[in-house]
């Protein structure tokens, strides 16, 4: 009896875990990290949404880089006032043009940067990041590289949708209508098809905007000689960040918004539209509409692009058929965009982390 009273001692003994201390300290910290990015994901995404839109549609927009202005600057007020010009009772439309799809940016931000700003922090103390007494940009740009390719598997399907509803006129009426009619005329391949270009984009994007954010916070912080770090030091270095990786990776970004918004089977809902248009304007493309012969010939074109899944095929295609400048397309709203973005998201972030309780002093408090 006695020997049996011991092997069920020894059974409750071995199946039950006790989670130390620092066991603790560390998982609650992973799960504040996620709900703090979580929170400024959604936050970043929803604030500048109208004019991540402005930037859909000028990349997507065929031509738009041999117009005067075609780096973003002149262009893109022209797009928002393309976008905002209306009468007194259409101004509603108008405004609500510039939001369609925010649903699906919103609710897709929150899963994905979870993932995201909790990988980094978990990599970045792999990697080293977290050292206090010098600052370490390798092992910041590693961490985020492995942030981003996690985290674009979860984006990288509602940032399809999302741009496609963007587009002037799109012909969805909604995220579920997009979804499905997406899913039936091209598959689930068509939610993942821009992937390996999101990630050609992102992974160096990550790697320059995380370690320009530890080295310019860490500049600021110095050069400001305050206690803590402030408001004014998160935004300004999320600023920096967010701005000069956005211009150094514009042409990938041009890439992936071909590739998610582009027609790639001849009958889709998309192609359909630059000739059901009823005045005379593609819905996609905002182009005049064409002969026949022409539209035969761009469809058979259209067709033999669905094959090409390789980003620098398509940026090829690209610069040869308009130019070089063409990669530069939308690039001031872009960095208009990542700008105040990216000091919304860090500074959101930062604070939902002291709300957490995770001091920038202790070892899972972040950014030092």
């Known amino acids: 009896m006695a020997t049996i009273v011991d092997r069920c001692d020894a059974r409750a ?24 990015g979580a929170l400024a994901g ?50 509603g439309v108008a405004l609500r043009g510039l939001y369609r799809g925010v649903s699906a940016a919103g609710l897709g931000a929150g899963p994905a940067h979870a993932v995201y700003f909790a990988t980094y922090e978990k990599c970045k103390r792999v990697f080293g990041g977290n ?30 949708v999302k741009q496609r509803l963007q587009l002037r006129e799109s012909p969805y009426k909604g995220v579920v209508d997009c979804v499905s009619k997406t899913l039936r005329n091209e598959g689930i391949r068509a939610f993942y098809r821009s992937y390996p270009t999101t990630l050609a984009m992102n992974v160096p994007f990550t790697a320059i905007h995380f370690s320009v954010y530890e080295g310019a916070k860490r500049a600021l912080f110095k050069a400001s000689e305050a206690e803590r770090e402030g408001f004014a030091v998160q935004f300004a270095a999320g600023g920096i960040a967010g701005g000069l990786a956005a211009a150094m990776t514009n042409p990938m970004d041009v890439v992936k918004t071909r590739m998610q918004t582009e ?66 397309s939308g690039m001031g709203a872009r960095v208009l965009f990542h700008i105040p973005a990216a000091a919304i998201c860090w500074t959101t972030y930062e604070a939902a982390k002291r709300a957490f309780g995770l001091d920038e002093d202790d070892e899972y408090g972040g950014h030092h």
């Open 131 to 160: 050292d206090r007494r010098e600052h370490a940009p390798l092992a910041h740009a590693m961490a985020g590289a492995c942030a981003t390719t996690l985290a674009d598997g979860l984006q990288n399907p509602v940032d399809t």
């Open 42 to 91: 959604a936050v970043e995404h929803t604030a500048m949404f109208p004019v991540d839109t402005i930037k859909t549609r000028m990349q997507a927009a065929r031509g738009m880089a041999m117009r005067p202005g075609g780096l973003g600057g002149g262009v893109a007020v022209d797009a928002w006032r393309a976008a905002t010009r209306t009468s007194a009772e259409s101004a």
């Open 13 to 36: 003994r071995t199946s039950v875990t006790v989670a130390t201390p620092a066991e603790a300290v560390a998982s609650y910290a992973f799960y504040a990290h996620m709900a703090s």
């Open 263 to 328: 027609c790639v089977l001849l009958d889709c809902d998309v192609a359909k539209s630059a000739e059901q248009t009823a005045n005379g304007v593609c819905t996609v493309r905002g182009q005049p509409k064409i002969c026949p012969q022409e539209l035969a010939a761009m469809r058979a074109r259209t067709a033999a692009a669905a094959n090409i899944t390789s980003p620098f095929s398509i940026a090829r295609v690209i610069v040869r058929d308009e130019g070089v400048m063409a990669l530069a």
